[in-house]
């Protein structure tokens, strides 16, 4: 399974939806999460993952908190207070975009 | 197999695997361990015969052919740049605190009238020796093992790298040392702008000081709470 191109431009916007919809996740819970709700068509390579968690995180999109599991450090991702606004403008930003390409893709050529 | 879970010895094999691809602090091995230690246990489920050897091997075979080397630089970077914000927040209410500046302004008026004092009665070949230049390289050098032992407290290398900003004034204070004080010879229109340039560098010293204080502080505070979360050896 390659990473696909369309997805590291929507990562930040994926994390949010992800996080919002769970609460809170971890990293590999959030790679599986992609991987089986695109059937798995998709999958986040950490390479992509963890740098853009760590950029939410800066920007005050996101708040983690550690716990350990099962004898090893877990951290989580949750929407902080500004996440939780901005967050949406995100989704809405990436939706209408991706509503955009479908709508060009899908066009049939009338012009000329 | 529905569901497998490492324990602490298989654990302690895959903090192991990740040391002996250059990654010893403590700190960053827990950083990978989670999502290596998932990688490893999802494989395991899918196939239950699969060795733990193996199922490790293609664990970090999938993070692609940079390794872990990814996921510890986004960790290393998101540190420093975090402590280099607070470190400029405390530069920042430094600058803005009538406690601070209570002492700081009269101490950089003292200092530039006390250059300039010197040179009016005479005294210039002290503060233009090369005794001084010397004197002032010797003390800067002390301040910096200072700071570095005050650094190991932190034991963990990321968190060193992360608090060591600011060394960068360093660098135009030592410029600052020669340009200010090695002015024996100088013209007396440059007997100002040298004693200005060494005025603004000790301060900047002293605020460089105070909020790398600061932010050594934070840095003890958060490791000190990190502290449950790793393993014993480091408690």
């Known amino acids: 399974m390659k990473p696909n191109p369309v997805i590291k431009g929507s990562l930040n916007a994926i994390i949010l939806k992800l996080v919002e919809e769970h609460g809170r996740m971890y990293g590999y819970e959030m790679t599986r999460a992609v991987r089986e709700l695109s059937g798995n068509r998709m999958n986040i390579t950490e390479a992509a993952l963890y740098p853009a968690l760590h950029k939410l995180v800066e920007e005050g999109l996101l708040e983690t908190t550690t716990e350990s599991v099962n004898g090893r450090t877990r951290k989580y991702y949750a929407l902080s207070q500004k996440g939780k606004k901005e967050g949406n403008k995100r989704i809405a930003a990436i939706k209408e975009a991706l509503d955009s390409v479908h709508l060009i893709l899908n066009k049939k050529p009338s012009y000329g | ?235």
Request: proline share 3%; hydrophobic share 45%; with cysteine.
């Open chain 2, 1 to 235: 197999m529905d569901k497998y879970t490492l324990n602490e010895k298989q654990l302690d094999q895959l903090r192991m695997f990740i040391r002996k691809r250059g990654f010893n602090d403590d700190i960053v091995v827990e950083e990978i361990l989670d999502h290596f230690a998932c990688k490893v246990e999802e494989l395991i489920i899918a196939n239950p015969h699969m060795m733990l050897d193996e199922a490790m091997g293609k664990a970090h075979h999938s993070f692609g052919v940079s390794g872990f080397r990814p996921v510890v630089k986004a960790f290393e970077k998101q540190l420093e740049s975090r402590y280099r914000r607070l470190f400029w927040r405390s530069v920042r209410q430094i600058l803005v605190s009538p406690k601070y500046l209570l002492v700081l302004i009269p101490l950089g008026y003292l200092l530039l009238k006390g250059i300039v004092w010197t040179d009016a009665n005479g005294y210039r070949h002290i503060f233009g020796s090369n005794d001084l230049l010397i004197i002032s390289w010797i003390a800067l050098f002390i301040y910096e093992v200072i700071l570095v032992k005050k650094m190991a407290d932190l034991k963990f290398d990321c968190y060193k790298k992360a608090v060591s900003v600011g060394e960068f004034i360093i660098g135009p204070v030592m410029i600052g040392f020669i340009t200010g004080t090695s002015g024996s010879g100088s013209p007396d229109r440059n007997l100002w702008l040298g004693a200005a340039i060494f005025t603004i560098l000790i301060i900047a010293v002293l605020i460089r000081q105070l909020s790398f204080n600061h932010i050594l502080q934070l840095a003890k505070a958060e490791l000190n709470e990190r502290k449950h979360t790793l393993p014993v050896a480091n408690h």
